[in-house]
């Protein structure tokens, strides 16, 4: 089934500035939707009113026509958000982290959390502490966590941060079959995608 995400006239206010106003856009199943701008214009908070994690000062967030509001937990259940930092826990290994995901219900328990490290290539390195990885083994492991469950709407906050180029056309692969398997991105990247895909689209915010 296909689905729409649409952003409408939307204005974010942090403190006193105003980050962006009548912001629109609309990202549809197999669509990849790539923001953009320099630090401080509000890329970061936009992803998190699209996750209803952050309220607009005005505007709307609507999916399949509707507000989120009215649809919060059906909307939520087919969302996976990785912000911008790893949201991991240093002490435990790739495999405990992806563990605790599924134990706190977050993720689906069908699912196959090896072959989920084995996807970002962190398999060998899974029972290994994550505070002897580096920030971009850490990142994976973030990434990681997007093949636990069924979520359509994948919202990711610079997902290569810190990878190596290797890493990088990696974590690119995998964001081009999530799409051409029905699925759809909305992302933040300060360096350009390097995907053979049509449907990725880019807009900019400026200060």
């Known amino acids: 089934m296909t689905a729409k995400l649409e952003v409408v006239d939307l204005e974010c206010i942090r403190g006193d500035r105003r980050l962006f106003s009548g912001l629109n856009l609309s990202l549809n199943t197999g669509q990849i939707q790539r923001v953009e701008g320099p630090n401080g214009v509000g890329k970061t908070s936009l992803l998190r009113i699209i996750c209803g994690l952050s309220l607009p000062e005005s505007g709307d967030i609507l999916w399949q026509g509707l507000p989120i509001g009215a649809q919060r ?62 920030a971009g083994q850490c990142r994976r492991v973030a990434m990681a966590r997007l093949f636990l469950g069924q979520a359509r709407l994948w919202v990711l906050d610079e997902p290569v941060n810190g990878i190596d180029q290797e890493g990088v056309r990696e974590i690119e692969t995998l964001l081009e079959s999530h799409v051409s398997h029905g699925g759809m991105i909305v992302l933040t990247s300060h360096q350009p995608l390097c995907m053979d895909l049509p449907a990725v689209r880019t807009v900019r915010i400026d200060p």
């Open 73 to 134: 937990a059906d909307y939520c259940s087919g969302l996976a958000y990785v912000g911008h930092t790893h949201g991991i826990k240093l002490e435990l290994s790739p495999l405990e982290n992806l563990r605790l995901q599924v134990a706190l219900g977050v993720a689906d328990t069908e699912l196959n959390i090896e072959g989920a490290l084995e996807r970002v290539g962190l398999y060998p390195f899974r029972s290994q502490p994550c505070r002897t990885l580096s």
